[in-house]
């Protein structure tokens, strides 16, 4: 089996910065698209930023500018580095990762995997 694991949520004034980290573990043959996606209360989950395997990069409009993705892919790591952050950004963040790994000595198997999610809180 596989996971994800989010790090460095936390509470910052509008205006500040923080960065999240996420690391896939477990028996992984490869990594594709990794990204973010975030949830606010009352809101439905939605795109923050995606990286593909070749590093193309896609991240939804309201962060344009100011958030920057990025991945390590000999540590399976993927990066978000938010700046000029808003209250609008307050949300719980999680990590994505569409992901390969080995069931068995001979088999891979293949799906869409979510961390548990970690909490942005963005004060005015």
């Known amino acids: 089996q596989v996971q994800l694991v989010e790090s460095g949520g936390g509470l910052v004034q509008a205006g500040g910065s923080l960065t999240l980290s996420c690391a896939a573990s477990g028996s992984i043959f490869s990594i594709d698209a990794m990204g973010w996606y975030r949830q606010a209360p009352g809101k439905q989950r939605e795109l923050v930023a995606v990286?593909?395997?070749?590093?193309?990069?896609n991240y939804g409009d309201s962060v344009k500018g100011r958030f920057t993705i990025s991945r390590e892919d000999a540590k399976y790591t993927v990066s978000l580095q938010m700046n000029s952050l808003e209250p609008e950004d307050t949300a719980v963040y999680y990590c994505?990762?569409?992901?390969?790994?080995?069931?068995?000595?001979?088999?891979?198997?293949?799906?869409?995997?979510w961390g548990k999610g970690t909490l942005v809180t963005v004060s005015s």
């Open positions: 994505y990762a569409d992901m390969t790994y080995w069931r068995s000595r001979e088999e891979t198997w293949s799906g869409d995997y």
């Open positions: 990286i593909g395997s070749g590093g193309i990069t």
